[in-house]
């Protein structure tokens, strides 16, 4: 078995099918792929969705549990995974027609611990065009550290990326406890890891923008537990960055360059987690507290995030206030009654 596509779902009876039509209009044999589906205690018609298409093709397989949450699952999948390779994908996205089969070259061809591409942010279920034409002559391998000190806006889903199951399985990298931003320490730690990896420019993965995402909710407790996921986020960046920092494998360039890229994407983080405290019903002191802890570890103020991707006048204006607990303070409780109002609208 080649490849496992790994697959959580939870009430995706909108885009499920969408997905596994993807993944069964590919390049490669039946045999050489399984499409493991694990259902999460959906309550809509996920199921027998899923089970209508398992009756035609012999490579999904479908579990179900009780709901356990996102992360949870995907350890799950891992264990029951038998391919060389792994893919983890969300049940509201897909991918191209036709292109598993010359990704599964090259990562074989190339004895690859990850192999990377692009993707694109759309609502439409229907971009299945092949964006495969790749010249192996270019490729190019090289490790996770240095993808990491040359790459310091890589994503952290897991989403765009095959890696080696028994790569995952020698480190012990698994998802670890928490309902949101897992992905975001597991993305970095695989990479950091990781000895051989090729990034293609090619886009392979289609992210649907589905308005009942539930990083998207307005729920207030759910906004108060986001809060605090961001904050253990970027708490345990701090602890990568402290035990990646003296690495015998670094020059001091690359070193500063790592530790720069981490920060940065701290920054990131702590940018759009202001976001959710203004929605949230987070006190002034607790927010005071959560500033505080991150001026401790030299996070806050956000110095490193304006630039490159973020140089807009609007980035440049929200993280002033931001940066500035007066300002930010004064105006926390009108913008939160705007918002609710639906006058204005927050990311």
């Given at each position: 078995m080649k490849l496992s596509i790994l697959i959580p779902m939870y009430n995706a009876s909108a885009y499920i099918g969408n997905c596994l039509d993807s993944l069964i209009h590919q390049d490669l044999s039946k045999d050489d792929y399984e499409i493991i589906v694990m259902d999460d205690g959906s309550t809509d018609d996920s199921v027998n969705i899923v089970e209508r298409y398992i009756l035609e093709n012999s490579n999904i397989i479908l579990f179900k549990e009780e709901n356990a949450g996102a992360y949870p699952t995907r350890n799950k999948l891992l264990k029951l995974a038998k391919g060389d390779y792994i893919y983890n994908l969300d049940a509201d996205d897909y991918i191209a027609h036709n292109s598993i089969g010359i990704l599964i070259e090259i990562v074989l061809k190339n004895n690859l611990d990850i192999l990377a591409f692009e993707t694109i942010a759309t609502n439409k279920l229907n971009i299945n065009y092949n964006d495969t034409n790749i010249n192996h002559k270019e490729l190019k391998v090289t490790n996770g550290y240095d993808f990491l000190c040359n790459n310091r806006n890589f994503r952290f889903e897991i989403w765009w990326y095959f890696v080696r199951r028994k790569f995952l399985l020698t480190h012990k990298l698994k998802f670890e406890f928490g309902k949101y931003l897992v992905d975001v320490l597991f993305t970095t730690s695989v990479f950091i890891k990781a000895e051989r990896v090729i990034k293609l420019s090619n886009v392979i993965h289609r992210y649907v923008e589905a308005p009942e995402s539930i990083m998207n909710s307005s729920d207030v407790e759910h906004l108060k537990s986001l809060v605090y996921e961001y904050?253990?986020?970027?708490?345990?960046?701090?602890?990568?960055?402290?035990?990646?920092?003296?690495?015998?494998?670094?020059?001091?360039?690359?070193?500063?360059?790592?530790?720069?890229?981490?920060?940065?994407?701290?920054?990131?983080?702590?940018?759009?987690?202001?976001?959710?405290?203004?929605?949230?019903?987070?006190?002034?002191?607790?927010?005071?507290?959560?500033?505080?802890?991150?001026?401790?570890?030299?996070?806050?103020?956000?110095?490193?995030?304006?630039?490159?991707?973020?140089?807009?006048?609007?980035?440049?204006?929200?993280?002033?206030?931001?940066?500035?607990?007066?300002?930010?303070?004064?105006?926390?409780?009108?913008?939160?009654?705007?918002?609710?109002?639906?006058?204005?609208?927050?990311?």
């Open positions: 904050v253990s986020v970027i708490s345990r960046f701090q602890s990568l960055i402290d035990s990646q920092s003296d690495n015998i494998y670094f020059d001091e360039i690359n070193r500063m360059r790592y530790i720069n890229n981490l920060k940065y994407k701290m920054s990131v983080v702590l940018y759009f987690m202001f976001y959710k405290l203004i929605k949230s019903n987070l006190s002034i002191k607790k927010i005071n507290s959560i500033l505080n802890k991150f001026k401790k570890i030299n996070v806050y103020p956000i110095t490193s995030f304006l630039g490159e991707e973020y140089y807009k006048k609007k980035f440049v204006i929200t993280a002033f206030i931001f940066n500035n607990k007066f300002l930010f303070f004064s105006v926390l409780y009108p913008i939160r009654l705007l918002s609710k109002l639906n006058i204005i609208k927050l990311p």
